[in-house]
């Protein structure tokens, strides 16, 4: 089994539909959860991290974390052309420096 | 700040031919981190530094690569020989680590092309 899965896409919604984006994992010892962007040909950007489970909102993204689960997800509410891009889900255990992600799942998002 | 520098942006060599991938990380980073990227695999770490020294080279896929940090500002990914199958995107990231470690600024990649 994989640390890591996310459902690679690829997605494509209308401007304005409400995202949602997911990942599942399996080692327990993850304890920081992030969501990087990648543009097209670019590196990716860390875009929101959460720290242990709960809610975090900024904006119109939201960042859920079910630990129970052991399953993350990302909503993007109003979705925007602009928000065409791939985006990978980040795990990090505490203590640690390593990031390890999922392989992504590239969004497009339709005027 | 203007961000992490990689060079070359884009690398068509021969098998068999060496390639170094070069980085330079945002000024008082601590931490650096070299990775690959390939549809097949998504975005692997190869190995990472604090303060110029490895720390983790597990994802080291193999002896024909090797990194080396020697100065703080300058990093180098080399492949030698290098083979089709290490064609991929390659990615250099640093932060700062303690506070924020979470957070890595990445760089715009190198393409390699090992035809």
């Known amino acids: 089994q994989k640390e890591v899965e996310q459902d690679p896409g690829p997605l494509s919604v209308p401007e304005g539909a409400i995202v949602s984006l997911n990942c599942t994992y399996s080692n327990s010892a993850f304890q920081y959860f992030m969501w990087y962007r990648q543009y097209s040909r670019k590196g990716p950007e860390l875009l929101m991290y959460?720290?242990?489970?709960g809610n975090k909102e900024d904006g119109r993204f939201t960042a859920q974390v079910d630990k129970s689960s052991k399953y993350i997800s990302l909503f993007i509410r109003d979705s925007q052309p602009s928000d065409s891009a791939t985006y990978l889900c980040?795990?990090?255990?505490?203590?640690?420096?390593?990031?390890?992600f999922g392989k992504g799942t590239k969004l497009t998002v339709n005027p | 700040d203007a961000g992490v520098i990689q060079s070359p942006r884009h690398e068509v060599t021969e098998m068999g031919q060496e390639v170094t991938l070069r980085c330079k990380p945002i000024?008082?980073?601590?931490?650096l981190f070299w990775y690959r990227q390939t549809m097949m695999r998504g975005l692997e770490l190869l190995i990472y530094f604090n303060n110029n020294v490895p720390i983790d080279d597990s994802g080291m896929p193999e002896d024909r690569f090797s990194a080396k940090m020697p100065n703080a500002s300058f990093s180098t990914l080399k492949i030698q020989p290098s083979e089709p199958r290490d064609s991929a995107v390659y990615f250099c990231a640093s932060s700062r680590g303690a506070g924020r470690r979470y957070e890595q600024y990445f760089g715009p990649g190198t393409r390699l092309t090992v035809t």
């Open positions: 959460t720290y242990s489970s």
């Open positions: 980040a795990l990090q255990q505490g203590g640690s420096e390593k990031l390890v």
């Open positions: 000024s008082g980073h601590d931490y």
